[in-house]
């Protein structure tokens, strides 16, 4: 399984970006994906996350901002990122759990800066 994730960029606070990860390579239909996020000297965190089927969940710093979805039919995923600030500015990574597989996949990862 490959993930490549692109929407990345450069924006002002407040503005907004749309990340999209596609994942190949026949993941299994029943997986989650999640975006992660790390900024310089801290460890990953995740940001949002999506099972194929169930409720999406949110960290703290995200909610009412990120919003995640799918399209299972494509294997993608997006974060729609609002109200961007700051502390938002990190690297991001495309996340999926194969649940088959019992394996996690990383996708490259996506600099998001917001400047003040």
């Known amino acids: 399984v490959q993930l490549q994730a692109s929407g990345g960029g450069s924006v002002q606070a407040g503005g907004s970006l749309t990340l999209s990860c596609t994942a190949s390579?026949?993941?299994?239909?029943?997986?989650?994906m999640a975006w992660y996020r790390q900024e310089p000297g801290k460890q990953r965190e995740m940001v949002a996350r999506?099972?194929?089927?169930?409720?999406?969940y949110y960290a703290e710093s995200a909610k009412g901002r990120f919003t995640i979805s799918r399209d299972n039919a494509k294997n993608t995923v997006l974060l729609q990122m609002t109200s961007l600030r700051p502390e938002d500015t990190a690297v991001y990574y495309c996340y999926l759990f194969d649940s088959r597989l019992s394996r996690d996949f990383w996708g490259q990862g996506t600099l998001v800066t917001v400047s003040s």
């Open positions: 390579g026949n993941p299994f239909p029943m997986n989650t």
């Open positions: 999506a099972p194929s089927s169930g409720n999406t």
